[in-house]
């Protein structure tokens, strides 16, 4: 979390260098962190809307850079290094919704019922109120922050491992 605190306030500042290192050393912690690279390029975008130059383009890269990342590490590199061959996650993590990323988010089209199932299945709306409520739900007061957080959460919630969307371990 730190790193990307970091990488946000260095896009701020113009800080380059500094902004794209932070982003590569989080980036190799896990494979993941890929997922909020993408909504923090996503919320930089958002922000940037009217800007052009720079700041526009360093968040497409942003966002090219962390799906290349991800899809990288999850579709050759964890199936590589793995025993079986396959990512831990490839088969039956998301259950009806598809055995890869793609066909998950093809779900969200293709069978919204079966995402609205899983949302419902993970208490989704009890979950986040759990994990807003401790600091006050302040972190609504920049909605658009929110963003950064976006892509794991939905990656937690629609699985169907309980261990993704409980608060208690």
Known sequence: IAL???AYGF???DQNRAYWAALVFAI???EDVALAILGLGVMLLIQHRRAGGAPRRRALYTIVFAAVWFALATQVLLPHFSPTGKAFY???FYGNLGNNFTSVAASFITHPGRVESHLQNANAV???RN???PFGFV???APVTLIIAV???LANLLSINNFTWSLRF
Do not use: D, S, T, V
């Open 11 to 13: 896009a701020l500042r």
């Open 151 to 153: 892509p794991q959460l």
């Open 90 to 92: 490839a088969e039956g």
């Open 139 to 141: 972190n609504l007061l």
């Open 126 to 128: 009890g979950y986040l």
């Open 4 to 6: 990307l605190l970091a």
């Open 131 to 133: 994990l807003f409520a």
């Open 28 to 30: 190799i912690w896990k």
